[in-house]
């Protein structure tokens, strides 16, 4: 069992940064590969970036890619989003994901939200 709580999300403008977190309870958290999701008000959720167990390996949405960066610390049981040159589109809930293989999420955050004013 993986318990998962973000934080960080808030209001910024167009063109600033913020960095999510994701604390993760369990000691089983280097079995999973550890991801991010957003889902923005009236959307279905959307992947946004995913890190393998390792943390040697990366990906990421298009919508994202290039601006975005995903980083896990093992010693701290987190996973982090930095999140740059943030545009409005990006505003949504966005939620931490843990899962034990490629393509399948088990575990979910509560969210946190990322308002991007323009």
Same mark, same amino acid.
């Given at each position: ?8 999300? @808030?209001?910024?403008?167009? #063109? #600033? ?7 993760? !309870?369990?000691? *089983?958290?280097?079995?999973?590969? &550890?991801?991010?999701?957003?889902? =923005?008000?009236? %959307?279905?959720?959307?992947?946004? =970036? ?5 943390? @040697? !390996?990366?990906?990421? =949405? ?11 610390? %093992? ?7 930095? &999140?740059?040159?943030? %545009? ?8 931490? *994901?843990? #899962? ?8 979910? #955050?509560?969210? *946190? ?6």
């Amino acid at each position: 069992q993986v318990q998962l709580a973000e934080s960080g999300g @808030g209001l910024v403008q167009a #063109g #600033g940064s913020l960095r999510l977190s994701c604390a993760a !309870s369990g000691r *089983t958290f280097n079995n999973y590969r &550890m991801g991010w999701f957003r889902q =923005a008000p009236g %959307k279905e959720r959307e992947f946004v =970036a995913v890190i393998s167990r390792s943390g @040697g !390996s990366t990906y990421y =949405a298009d919508s994202v890619n290039g601006r975005f960066t995903i980083s896990r610390d %093992k010693a701290q049981n987190a996973v982090y989003l930095q &999140m740059n040159r943030l %545009k409005p589109e990006d505003t949504a809930v966005y939620y931490c *994901t843990a #899962g034990a293989r490629a393509g399948e999420y088990d575990y979910w #955050g509560q969210g *946190t939200q990322v308002t991007v004013s323009s």
